[in-house]
């Protein structure tokens, strides 16, 4: 917590939007931290980008922080189910990281990316 004490001269409650210490748009203190984003810059987030589709391969890109370790997981039904790992987790350098994946049999897919803490 002691990111969110530095950048916010406070600690965070779980899941209450209203202590978003800037403009990141992120709710959760803990994620901002595991991600290394700084909740005081609206363009510092952990997203991906549009997949890219190359013959049978999904490519996503997103930015990375140095050392974090990211992963990629998928899911049928966006409202429910468990997200299921669809890569392995890599530790990035920073700058852009870009992950291919062979699609999933399911006709349509949500992903996510998650900071492995």
Same mark, same amino acid.
């Given at each position: 917590? &002691?990111?969110?004490?530095?950048? +916010?001269?406070?600690?965070?409650? @779980?899941?209450?939007? &209203?202590?978003?210490?800037?403009?990141?748009?992120?709710? @959760?203190?803990?994620?901002?931290?595991?991600? $290394? *984003?700084?909740? +005081? +810059?609206? *363009?510092?987030?952990?997203?991906?980008?549009?997949?890219?589709?190359?013959? @049978?391969?999904? !490519?996503?890109? /997103? &930015?990375? !922080?140095? $050392?974090? @370790?990211? #992963? %990629?997981?998928? #899911?049928?039904?966006?409202?429910?189910?468990?997200?299921?790992?669809?890569?392995?987790?890599? %530790? &990035? +350098?920073?700058?852009?990281?870009? /992950?291919?994946?062979?699609?999933?049999?399911?006709? !349509?897919? /949500? /992903?996510? %990316?998650?900071?492995?803490?």
């Amino acid at each position: 917590m &002691a990111h969110s004490l530095q950048l +916010n001269g406070g600690i965070y409650a @779980n899941g209450n939007s &209203a202590c978003d210490g800037g403009a990141s748009g992120s709710s @959760n203190a803990l994620q901002e931290y595991l991600a $290394g *984003t700084d909740p +005081n +810059n609206a *363009t510092d987030v952990l997203k991906l980008k549009p997949a890219v589709v190359t013959g @049978n391969t999904l !490519k996503f890109e /997103f &930015a990375t !922080k140095p $050392g974090k @370790n990211y #992963r %990629i997981e998928a #899911r049928a039904d966006l409202f429910g189910g468990a997200w299921q790992p669809s890569s392995t987790g890599v %530790i &990035a +350098n920073g700058g852009m990281t870009e /992950f291919s994946l062979l699609p999933e049999a399911s006709p !349509k897919m /949500f /992903f996510r %990316i998650v900071v492995i803490p």
